[in-house]
């Protein structure tokens, strides 16, 4: 079976939006640069790997002034940072795909299931054990995203026009469109009839794509309908706008903000702390749902490895379909939809910043690479103060067993950093999205000439969904031919047939060759698809890959 750790972000929403806003007379898909004989020609004009152009003055300019120093609101074709990052998930999670595909190791850190409540008695070898740690990073990486892609994507199409009924029917259609890639790419081969529902990630990215889209219009519809309330109350009886003094600047004068100018701004903060708020509801209610409340039992018996089924609640299977990651006969579902929201409305919340202004680069790429030290913290508060784990009480490996009354997690390196992925706690979110801010503010920083040449980042990163469903079809595919030619009986039973598993494993170089070689044969199709996409319209659905 595949393994479950990412999917391509929801149709690619990014790929067809600008992070800056384009005259309202500029013509749709055409790039737009300002009249530069306006500007002296000395001033440098750039552009920053975030789509937004800025000009460099010419200290020595004599005409040289604040004015011809200001930002540029300019759009560019593409944003590269983005891109970039989803092209780098990519390629990281086909590691973890071409292993399960011919059986090279174990599924996860631990040789046990990473999951709520299971017992966990001994490590990976260090070769899995370190892909599994990079592979982490992508589930919550696309889901980011996606939530990201969302703003960008609705931005972009306000200007061409469209009504919110509109944007409404593209999310439906594009999450049903991935809903039915699930079924097609999963349910049908692997289910083999015996089930209806196989969710790996992409049905939790059909969903979440849908709902994140509601979410969007539905605060901008709120935010606007609350700027207005707020203007009509301080208006005044002839409906003039009121004008407010504020605080003397250094001339003596008093400046003046309209109540217009204020309504609309408390309303654009107001709104993005309740995004904030759901973000955190949203990871919190794994653990509020979490029928161990993230402990393991303290069970001595050298059996014990926990829950042989996944979790459940007593709310029934329905609502368990949703929270928690499920195995019925009919439905199997190791990524809850909403139990992923979280990241999802997490790039809502950016989207909404990054588009708020036109920010200078190393203000984004400074703030990202902060707020990703932030998070990191988080995540070591998690290992020093036992809350958002998931996972308390359940690591039973030789170290811990040897120092019974020490924290759990600071007995060794591995044991700091085991995080629960089904469903994923705090803990996981803090440390996965923390390297993924980083890794962000890295690329930012990149000069546009050298990220344009990073080998395939930005391909694979421009035709996601392509890339997803093409390399899980391809490492299949040369897994059957690998296991005939390096294949072995496994010490353990295939999740699927419970018959014993055959596979690779104990030969490293068998997978990463083959893995080397797939991405080799990925290059150049996605690089043609990429192609072939850019020549299709905004509402073809060709887009959606």
């Known amino acids: 079976m595949p393994s479950e750790d990412a999917a391509a972000e929801a149709g690619n929403s990014l790929q067809e939006t600008q992070f800056t806003a384009i005259p309202d007379d500029a013509e749709p898909n055409h790039e737009w640069i300002p009249d530069r004989s306006k500007h002296n020609d000395r001033n440098d004009v750039r552009r920053s790997n975030y789509g937004t152009t800025y000009r460099v003055a010419d200290p020595s300019s004599p005409d040289n002034d604040s004015t011809k120093n200001a930002p540029i609101r300019a759009a560019s074709p593409r944003a590269l940072s983005p891109d970039l990052l989803r092209g780098l998930l990519m390629i ?7 292993s399960v595909s011919q059986g090279a190791w174990r599924h996860g850190v631990a040789l046990e299931s990473e999951q709520d409540g299971t017992i966990v008695k001994k490590w990976n070898d260090p070769v899995p054990w370190t892909a599994r740690m990079l592979t982490h990073l992508c589930a919550p990486g696309f889901m980011f995203l996606l939530g990201m ?16 009924w509109q944007m409404v029917k593209h999310f439906a259609i594009r999450a049903f469109f991935l809903a039915a890639v699930n079924e097609l790419l999963f349910t049908l081969p692997f289910g083999r009839g ?17 709902l994140a889209g509601l979410l969007w219009l539905a605060v901008n519809a709120s935010e606007q309908a609350l700027s207005r309330l707020l203007k009509s109350l301080h208006s005044s009886s002839s409906d003039e706008e009121v004008e407010r003094p504020l605080l003397q600047d250094e001339t003596g004068h008093a400046p003046t903000k309209s109540v217009s100018t204020w309504a609309v701004r408390f309303s654009w903060h107001i709104h993005n702390c309740i995004l904030l708020a759901l973000t955190i509801i949203t990871i919190a209610w794994n653990h509020w749902l979490s029928p161990h409340q993230g402990h393991c039992p303290h069970n001595t018996s050298p059996d014990y490895s926990g829950p042989t089924q996944p979790n459940s609640t007593t709310l029934g299977p329905w609502f368990d379909f949703w929270f928690l990651n499920v195995q019925y006969k009919r439905v199997i579902s190791p990524f809850p ?3 992923w929201l979280s990241p999802a409305i ?19 790429n400074a703030s990202n690479a902060l707020f990703g030290v932030f998070l ?11 809350f958002g784990n998931l996972s308390e009480d359940c690591l039973r490996m030789p170290e811990q067993l040897a120092s019974p009354t020490r924290n759990q997690y600071l007995v060794s390196f591995r ?16 440390f996965t999205m923390s ?10 920083a990149l000069p546009e000439k050298v990220a344009r040449r990073i080998p395939t980042l930005l391909t694979f990163g421009q035709s996601a969904l392509f890339f997803y469903i093409l390399h899980l079809l391809l490492y299949f595919c040369m897994a059957i031919l690998v296991k005939q030619w390096f294949g072995h009986e496994l010490d353990h039973k295939d999740s699927m047939t419970g018959k014993p598993a055959i596979g690779t494993e104990g030969e490293p170089a068998v997978m990463w060759i083959t893995w080397l070689l797939g991405l080799a044969i990925l290059w150049p199709l996605c690089r043609w698809y990429g192609r072939f996409k850019s020549t299709k319209g905004v509402n073809s659905v060709w887009r959606f890959f």
């Open 92 to 98: 990281l999670q086909a590691i973890d795909h071409c």
């Open 149 to 164: 892609g969302i703003v960008y994507f609705g931005r972009s199409r306000s200007k061409l026009g469209w009504s919110s």
């Open 194 to 210: 015996r089930i209806i529902i196989l969710n790996i990630i992409l049905l939790a990215l059909a969903v979440n794509y849908l």
């Open 337 to 339: 939809p909403l139990a």
């Open 346 to 364: 997490l790039g809502l919340l950016y989207g909404r910043i990054i588009l708020s202004r036109t920010w200078k680069p190393y203000t984004i």
């Open 376 to 386: 990191m913290l988080l995540f070591v508060l998690t290992r020093l103060l036992h």
């Open 415 to 430: 044991s700091f950093f085991y995080i629960i992925k089904y469903p994923p706690s705090f803990a996981y979110m803090t």
């Open 435 to 444: 390297l993924n801010f980083l890794l962000l503010a890295f690329f930012g």
